[in-house]
């Protein structure tokens, strides 16, 4: 049991990312071979700024997935920290900015030279998909010894992205950062973040849950199901499930369960009245479910929390809320 109160209700660590959201067509994806609703990675400064040129004015915001969840924690009123490697550059000082003005402690010391800061191109279909582009830049160097431990023993769950697992660095540090939470008595939880982080590092995420590590796995279907190497969700849930204390899995328009100690609660989505860009759609719900469990509320209540949540992040641009998420929330529980 943890020895002392903890001072944070989250503390995430993940991808330090600036987003550009920008509208474009099928044929501008076409164009330039982008599978739509996928996501890729440029791997040099050179391929980001050759898309950048070619994209309609965007809009520019602070990002992430992690980030972009604790900032909504902070949004419902949670206490939430993050821990995440920019660089000393203009787009460094921006997110920093970004998500101190949240009210989420992030103090990780800015990294000098080169890459630059991370940054996500967001395509936006009339469909509202987003497909998207990343520079991981700087966040790929986040490293062992830029972690603030004291600050992740003093947080209740330590969350933790799963698009940070592929760099040997920043899985060395999420290592750390798993020990340093479990021997303080905290919890923490992963997001498997994408099919292709699951089909890439399969064996690793398995690992992690066999050895007992992770306390709450948040996948979309897809991922789980990637994770099962299978096409049935029950056969999958029936698999997985077991060997965690709590399962969170969302299903788009089919809502969201949680199982926990063979206890499976599901609700349905919330309504929205025009879906404009699902951006951060994943994040949010995770934020409203992580902030419902540091109230000590139901599943059923966080689950509720959380598609509340996703559903104010797609009626608009952007994977940060612009509503009041606490009221939003409040009149779902009523």
Partial sequence: MPSTAPSLDIIAIG???????????????????????????????????????????????????AANTVAGVAAL?????????????????????????LGVDFDTAPRPGSPATARCLILVTPDAQRTMNTFLGASQHL??????????????????????????EPRAAMRLAIDTARAAGRRVAL?????????????????????????????NEAEILELNQSNNLEETLAAIAPKLPLLVVTRSEKGALAIQSGERVSVPAEPVAAIVDTTGAGDLFAAGFLAGQAQDRSLKDSLTMGAAAAAEIISHYGARPEADLKQLVATRLR
Avoid at 34 to 41: D, E, F, N, R, Y
Avoid at 77 to 101: E, N, P, S, W
Wanted: charged fraction near 25%.
């Fill in 143 to 168: 490293s062992s010894a830029v972690l603030d431990l004291d600050r992740i023993r003093d947080a209740a769950i330590l969350y933790l992205e799963g698009y940070l697992w592929d760099p040997e």
């Fill in 77 to 101: 009123g949670g206490r939430a920290g993050f821990i995440g490697q920019v660089a000393d550059d203009q787009l460094g000082k921006v997110f920093t900015h970004d998500i101190r003005a």
């Fill in 15 to 65: 991808n330090a990312i600036v987003d550009v959201f920008a509208q474009t067509d099928d044929a501008f994806l076409g164009s330039e071979g982008l599978a739509k609703g996928s996501m890729q990675l440029l791997f040099t400064t050179e391929e980001a700024e050759a898309l950048y040129a070619k994209m309609a004015p965007g809009i520019e915001a602070s990002g992430g997935s």
């Fill in 191 to 219: 997001t498997l973040s994408d099919t292709f982080c699951v089909e890439r590092h399969r064996d690793g995420f398995l690992e992690l849950i066999e050895q007992g590590l992770i306390d709450i796995l948040f996948a």
